[in-house]
């Protein structure tokens, strides 16, 4: 008899790396806790990447998404490319193109570096897959 089980299961794709500073952690740790019951989903996939994250000194972080980053990424099933800045919750502002970390967005690119793709959940249960392609202070 055949694991159908085993067949079924579908492969989720290896999450890379993440780097941040441990000053910004600690706040977004903080940010994700104090947001549990309002947005439980996202701050707990931001909770979930924080944990895994590598704490790194601030003069290793070069390259590296943080708040207040200004970066592009391109949407890797459609190929768009996207220029953001990602920000605390009180500071977004979407057509000024400043997006939350707060957002299933924001909290999937922090701590990536320039070349690196994560695949996510969205809200509405589909996977979504980003590759950062620039990062600027």
Known sequence: MRNLEAEIRIEQPALPPIRIAADESRRLNSLANSTM????????????????????AENDLRGVVRMGSKLTYRDDETGASREIVLVYPH??????????????????????????????????????????LAVSE
């Open 37 to 56: 019951e309002l947005f439980p989903r996202v701050a707990q996939f931001l909770a979930s990447e924080l944990e895994r994250a590598t704490l790194a």
């Open 91 to 132: 500071e977004a502002n979407i057509e000024l193109n400043r997006v939350s970390i707060l957002t299933p967005v924001g909290a999937a690119l922090i701590g990536l570096s320039v070349g690196q793709r994560i695949a996510f959940e969205t809200p509405d249960q589909r996977v979504r897959s980003l590759t950062v």
